[in-house]
C-alpha cells in the first residue's frame, strides 16, 4: 500500500513540466517495467538549482518520486543534489512498497543525468558524479539498497 504523501505527490506532482533552455536535462528509463523519467534543471552563476522541472512515463510511485526528487533538490547546491539518494527520496515519501523501490532509483539517477548534462555543457567536472545509466536494470537494485 502507498503512503499518504505517494498518494499525495502522485494525485498533484510539484514541478511538472520542462524548463525551456535548461542548464542540465536527464533523461532515464527502465526497459523491464517501461518508466521513462526526464529532468530539467536551472542552474545559476553560483551553482545554485534555481528550478527543476520534470516529466514521467510511467506509475504512480514513479511521479510520485519524480515530483519528491525535485522539492529535494530545489533551491540546493550541485554538490548538496548529487547526494540525494534513493533511500532520501524514499525516506521523504514515508517509504515504497518492495516492487516499486526502483521508481527513487529512477529519481535519483535522472538528478545525476541532468548534473551530468549540465557539467558537460559548461566544461567542468562535478566531484562525485559518475556518468550515469540511461537504463536502470532490475539486476542493479538489489545492490543499491
Known amino acids: 500500500m502507498y503512503s499518504e504523501k505517494v498518494m499525495d505527490h502522485f494525485k498533484n506532482p510539484?514541478?511538472?513540466?520542462?524548463?525551456?533552455?535548461?542548464?542540465?536535462?536527464?533523461?532515464?528509463?527502465n526497459a523491464k517495467c517501461g518508466d521513462i523519467m526526464r529532468m530539467f534543471l536551472d542552474i545559476d552563476d553560483n551553482g545554485i538549482i534555481q528550478d527543476v522541472k520534470f516529466k514521467t512515463f510511467g506509475c504512480g510511485a514513479a511521479?510520485?518520486?519524480?515530483?519528491?526528487?525535485?522539492?529535494?533538490v530545489k533551491g540546493k547546491t550541485i554538490q548538496e543534489a548529487l547526494e540525494?539518494?534513493?533511500?532520501?527520496?524514499?525516506?521523504?515519501?514515508?517509504?515504497?512498497?518492495?516492487v516499486k523501490v526502483h521508481c527513487?532509483?529512477?529519481?535519483?539517477?535522472?538528478?545525476?543525468?541532468?548534473?551530468?548534462?549540465y557539467a558537460e555543457k559548461n566544461g567542468?567536472?562535478?566531484?562525485?558524479?559518475?556518468?550515469?545509466k540511461s537504463d536502470i536494470s532490475e539486476e542493479e537494485e538489489d545492490e543499491e539498497y
Open 104 to 117: 527513487s532509483l529512477l529519481a535519483e539517477e535522472a538528478i545525476h543525468a541532468a548534473l551530468w548534462d
Open 14 to 29: 510539484r514541478n511538472m513540466g520542462e524548463i525551456e533552455n535548461a542548464s542540465g536535462v536527464g533523461t532515464v528509463g
Open 63 to 72: 511521479v510520485a518520486t519524480s515530483s519528491m526528487a525535485t522539492e529535494l
Open 124 to 132: 567542468i567536472k562535478i566531484d562525485g558524479l559518475e556518468k550515469p
Open 84 to 98: 540525494v539518494t534513493n533511500k532520501a527520496v524514499m525516506e521523504a515519501l514515508d517509504g515504497l512498497p518492495p
